[in-house]
């Protein structure tokens, strides 16, 4: 009986060594990768083919100068939303539609025989869950912001080049990013002690004047006070929209209004049914009210973001900024980001920066 029992465990370690070996092998050709929530995934040497999901992956993958890896979409990317990584990038819209936004459908996906999936906003639990029901390597990646979280942002461009190799390009892009803002911090000095708030911030859908941002990435950059500041919040995306009370921004009364292209049809609707907004706003009583290009749609516009920045800046610091050519600065943000001057299309879509209080 002993000599049995000590055969089959002989046999059972043989079996086990076996499949051991046969595991080790099917990973030739593959790699070890820690993604942003510190998994360990087995993707490709050479990653060829990836399909992002969820908001900003697909920006964050063309800034890490991967869009010719994409071999399917997400719906949201065929709409006529102006995505500056879509203009650069024009034959993404030719990739196969793989499902709506936020996930996709997991049969589209299969069908294009991605290499591994890409996406944000996830848990450990729900990305494995996913890896598991799709068979498929799934990498996670969080995009942060310019702001408070702009480290997150870089780490995780400097991931993106890792996994695509392409880490000279990412690399191009942290440097110039870290420069722009050394640069706008040098230019405003110890900053101004004069308020500012941006309205009409869409999020998941445009929104009115009170819909705000208290972190507002470019007021930080160029140390402009933020009106709605104290109402400061975190979330794992660096922004969470905030909504106020409009007796609270005429309260605040800022000394600066700028509003979000996005919601800039209902930010005039706002001054034509409310008339305390013209009557009490010394921002519209003094001529200083503009529009930004959007922040948020689907995607965190960091490109836009930092253009938005040196636009806040030559308003506030005119002196301080008056060797600056905003076309010129905008152009030269865009080609570093996405590869392209799109400028002419995005002020197609979102007109150019300008003083808006003679139109409210």
């Not at 993404?92 to 499902?99: A, H, M, T, V």
């Not at 969080?142 to 780490?155: H, I, K, S, T, W």
């Not at 800046?313 to 076309?327: H, N, Q, T």
Request: glycine share 6%; aromatic share 12%; net charge negative.
């Amino acid at each position: 009986m002993k000599k049995l029992f000590t055969f089959y465990i002989s046999l059972f370690l043989i079996v086990l060594c076996q499949g051991c070996k046969t595991d080790h092998q099917s990973m030739e050709g593959y790699r070890l990768f820690t993604d942003a929530l510190g998994r360990q995934v087995w993707v490709p040497d050479t990653v060829r083919r990836i399909i992002p999901v969820n908001e900003s992956t697909m920006r964050m993958l063309c800034y890490a100068k991967g869009a010719d890896r994409v071999c399917g979409i997400e719906d949201v990317e065929m709409r006529s939303t102006a995505f500056t990584h879509i203009f650069a990038n024009p034959d993404l819209k030719k990739q196969p539609q793989i499902g709506p936004m936020f996930g996709g459908d997991p049969e589209l996906i299969m069908m294009q025989n991605p290499e591994l999936l890409l996406t944000s906003n996830m848990t450990i639990g729900d990305a494995d869950e996913l890896s598991d029901k799709l068979q498929l390597p799934v990498v996670v990646i969080e995009y942060g912001n310019l702001g408070d979280q702009c480290e997150l942002f870089l780490e995780n461009l400097q991931l993106l080049g890792e996994l695509l190799g392409t880490e000279e390009q990412t690399d191009s892009l942290i440097n110039y990013i870290c420069y722009e803002i050394e640069d706008l911090w040098q230019r405003s000095g110890r900053g101004t002690k004069k308020q500012a708030y941006l309205g009409g911030i869409s999020y998941r859908g445009r929104h009115d004047i009170v819909s705000t941002d208290p972190g507002y990435a470019a007021f930080r950059l160029v140390q402009v006070p933020n009106a709605a500041a104290s109402l400061m919040r975190e979330s794992m995306a660096g922004f969470e929209n905030t909504t106020i009370d409009m007796e609270v921004l005429l309260a605040w009364n800022p000394d600066y209004l700028f509003v979000d292209q996005g919601g800039y049809k209902l930010v005039k609707d706002n001054f034509r049914t409310n008339q305390a907004l013209s009557k009490v706003l010394k921002s519209y009583k003094n001529n200083n009210i503009y529009l930004l290009w959007p922040f948020y749609m689907f995607h965190s516009n960091f490109e836009a973001m930092l253009i938005n920045a040196w636009s806040v800046g030559k308003v506030i610091y005119p002196d301080a900024f008056e060797d600056v050519d905003l076309r010129d600065k905008a152009n030269e943000i865009l080609v570093q980001f996405v590869g392209a001057d799109v400028s002419d299309s995005l002020i197609a879509e979102w007109g150019w920066y300008r003083n808006i209080t003679d139109e409210l």
